[in-house]
């Protein structure tokens, strides 16, 4: 099967503007969760979706949302682009339903804001 | 609030010698324990979860609940293990905590 695919893998924004990053999990997986990576911070969950809802939500401001779609697909939007911004975002799907945590993760978007 | 702690950044060993990653957990509930890896210009991947009970590349960790203490641990390290290590407890669904994570470091 093929992997977590993400794109675009690179992305130079300004400030203020918005993003949209895409996720294709592996055929069959449901669960897609998106997170993020900084220096700082490490890694951080910003949210899950399974079956086109919503499942959990890190502490993340409104600024960050997320959808999936019915094949499963998933895409997140950063509006309002701020520099703190600039990570490393990465996805991860999963094959089964709640209480299954094994998460198989794409390369990342490393999403740069000047 | 859910945390988890890996209190080592760096960790450099020798080739043959013991390895102990550390990781210590506050979470609610029961919560199911993992630890990630990820080696150079390669992915973050599952290395091993403690309901498997199982040895993944050598590698082990037992669950230590009074201590909330979930260490990675390997009698004799080599080369290949050098990597950067996440412990993360999981909780509420697809929800994983991750650890500020520990480099592995393997000295020939």
């Known amino acids: 099967k093929a992997g977590v695919t993400q794109t675009p893998r690179y992305l130079i924004k300004t400030r203020g503007q918005q993003v949209t990053l895409s996720c294709s999990p592996i055929?069959?997986?449901?669960?897609v969760s998106w997170y993020q990576q900084t220096p700082g911070q490490g890694l951080q969950f910003l949210f899950e979706y399974f079956s086109e809802t919503q499942r959990n939500k890190g502490n993340f401001p409104g600024r960050f949302s997320g959808r999936q779609f019915s094949n499963s697909r998933s895409e997140m939007n950063v509006s309002t682009l701020e520099l703190g911004d600039s990570a490393l975002y990465l996805c991860?799907?999963?094959?089964?339903?709640?209480?299954?945590?094994?998460?198989?993760f794409g390369p990342g978007t490393r999403l740069t804001v000047t | 609030a859910q945390r988890v702690t890996q209190p080592e950044k760096l960790l450099s060993v020798f080739k043959g010698a013991p390895v102990e990653l550390k990781c210590n957990y506050s979470?609610?509930?029961?919560?199911?324990l993992f630890w990630y890896v990820q080696y150079s210009r390669q992915r973050l991947q599952l290395l091993l979860r403690?309901?498997s009970r199982e040895s993944i590349k050598g590698f082990t960790a037992d669950l230590n609940k009074g201590e909330t203490s979930f260490h990675l641990k390997k009698p004799f390290a080599q080369e290949e293990d050098s990597a950067m290590y996440y412990c993360a407890p999981g909780g509420g669904g697809n929800k994983l905590t991750f650890g500020t994570g520990t480099q592995l470091k393997v000295e020939l």
């Open positions: 979470y609610s509930g029961s919560p199911e």
């Open positions: 055929s069959g997986h449901r669960s």
């Open positions: 991860a799907s999963s094959p089964a339903g709640q209480g299954s945590y094994e998460q198989y």
């Open positions: 403690h309901i």
